[in-house]
């Protein structure tokens, strides 16, 4: 194992243990963590045969980061959340909209490497709409793994469903995660390129 990769499990081992102390709500701390978790399995397993960009391997990394602060605190009580809330003036805590931006901006990045390196996407010009369909698709997977969470009825499932009484908290996650995928694709597709390039000589 290289050096980058070292320092890219030593961060989440540190962040995973530092958010596994005393979390707010333990069940919660699961239901947010396990994806974390499963893709640093995942990872672990095709990391010799389908070895990612790193740029890709950074953002994965980042999301891990932003799971497992969201489920040691409870995502509505995230304390950078309630810093910005109250610098810019509102009601809720948003950080659950950082966690489902993300939620587009990097799997759009995953499903770009995905689709070019396998080939799947021979015409150019439906590779951002297939990737924003993906994105959408995992978005809207998440929101009905949070109903079913919710509909469990236990205090946990509420904490984890996070809505903080907005009734629209379900579409703007999904727009959200919309938003995070155009903005990643717009940003580092050239970026992106170059680095699949390299990998792929």
Known sequence: ???????????????????????????????????????LFILAITRQRFPLTQLVYILILVHAVILMVGGHYT??????????????????????KLGHFAQGFIPAMIAREIL?????????????????????????????????????????????????????DTQSDMLWALGGAAVALLALSKTHNRQIRKLDK
């Open 1 to 39: 194992m290289d050096k980058k990769m070292l320092a890219w499990l030593g961060i989440f081992i540190a962040v995973f243990v530092w958010s596994a102390v005393e979390p707010a709500d333990r069940m919660t701390w699961w239901l947010e963590v396990i994806p974390a978790i499963l893709g």
């Open 75 to 96: 995502y509505a009580e995230v304390p950078a959340g309630d810093w910005l809330r109250d610098l810019v003036g509102g009601e809720r805590n948003n950080y659950d």
């Open 116 to 168: 070019i390196r396998h080939g799947v996407v021979v015409v150019r010009g439906w590779l951002s709409f297939l990737v924003l369909c993906v994105v959408l698709s995992i978005s809207a997977f998440y929101e009905l793994i949070e109903w079913w969470a919710a509909l469990a009825g236990s205090e946990a499932a509420e904490s984890f469903l996070g809505t903080q009484g907005y009734v629209w």
